[in-house]
């Protein structure tokens, strides 16, 4: 904690955030949580599994109410990530990694089903080690839990497996960007469409959600693609390749190529083709979050997607990620998860990290234009479909004034171009 107060020591509001987040009382869930895991092991052994495996997703799961809700989704989430884990493990033979991802919509209904065949540097084997204890669990949600998972569990094992064995592939990277959408909606689109199922069976949320299939689609792709933009360095260190190669073609030949010095002007506006087409899915994003009626529903979601928009910024224009995994500081992220409790608050901060995109749009990339338009989209959605108040709408609006009178003059210049 010493470390983030040090980071965030010149911005205050970030050491403010800190100071609130780590002497705030715990909440009711918190509370309630704790006591029933105190009285109940198999259930506890999943919440630990849940705080073993996830980086980001536990602290937010754990908050969640109702508690079946919150049961439901520690449950769905670690069932996926049993199912990832499979998909992960290169030490394992391929017929049998492809027979695990098919059969594993079956494999969470077979009582004392237990995996120990991962590679030993797997980093969550012990979750299918112990997978027995989350089948137990697994079968004591309601049926209609039961059901969206199981759902999910069949379309993304069989994603997976098309994937491991080539189909949507070429020479081991994603071809083309319709590929990237669908692995993406494999990994990442599913669990939005999980989500909302689960939201709505609860009857906390619409039924009309969980028919919200492109929204529901488009909250995983933010999530995943900006991962995958954050993650160059580590994927391609461990042989993977996750950017579509009809993106990265346009500027070197070879992946790894953006590493050398001598691409670097190629690899900046790689790098901002990538931000490019996720910045493409925030309108869907904001439209699924405006559509949520319950609170703890709508910060489980929200505080996700803040990060991620957060994260796009940082990576934006910036080469570091071609050597390194990088972060946002941890007292921006503990400012982001406090500032996440409304939808005023929500579009308050997409406003501030998209003017940070568009401020660091260089008029020299080739995609500077793109990039203005679909920043143009994401406030024309904000203009039409919310309506702060006043005094944030005045504020709201000098704070964008650079980027409209920008895009003003970007579709003048195309139009007298023409």
Known sequence: MLSAFLDSITRPDELAALYRYKFAPKTDAHRRLQQTLAKDASKKRCYDFLNMTSRSFAAVIQELEPDEVRDAICLFYLVLRGLDTIEDDMTLPLD???????????????KGWTFNENGPNEKDRELL????????????????YQKVIENITTLMGNGMADYATGEHRENMSVATVADFDLYCHYVAGLVGYGLSDIFAASGYETEELAKEKKLSNSMGLFLQKTNII???????????QFWPREIWSKYVKDFSDFT??????????????????????????????SKLKTQPIFMFCAIPQVMAIATLALVFNNLQIYERNIKIRKGEAVRL???????????????????????????CDPNFMEISMAVGK???????????SSAIQKKQFNLFTPILIGLIGVLLFAYFKN
Not at 137 to 143: A, I, S, Y
Not at 230 to 240: A, I, K, N, T, V
Request: glycine share 0%; aromatic share 12%.
């Open 260 to 289: 050398k010095p001598e691409f670097k002007t190629e690899a900046k506006y790689c790098l901002n083709d990538m931000v490019l087409n996720v910045l493409n899915h925030i309108p869907d994003v904001l439209t699924y979050l």
């Open 129 to 144: 080690v112990q997978f027995d204890v989350v089948i137990d669990e697994f079968l004591r949600l309601k049926p209609q």
């Open 230 to 240: 954050r993650d160059y360095r580590e994927d391609l260190d461990d042989g993977r």
């Open 337 to 363: 998860i406090l500032d996440s409790s409304n939808m005023d608050s929500v579009v308050a901060i997409f406003r501030k990290y998209v003017f940070e995109i568009a401020r660091k749009n260089d008029a």
């Open 96 to 110: 049998r990694k492809v027979e695990l991802l098919r059969s594993f919509d079956k494999i969470i209904y077979q």
């Open 378 to 388: 994401i406030e024309q959605w904000i203009h039409t479909n919310y309506k702060p």
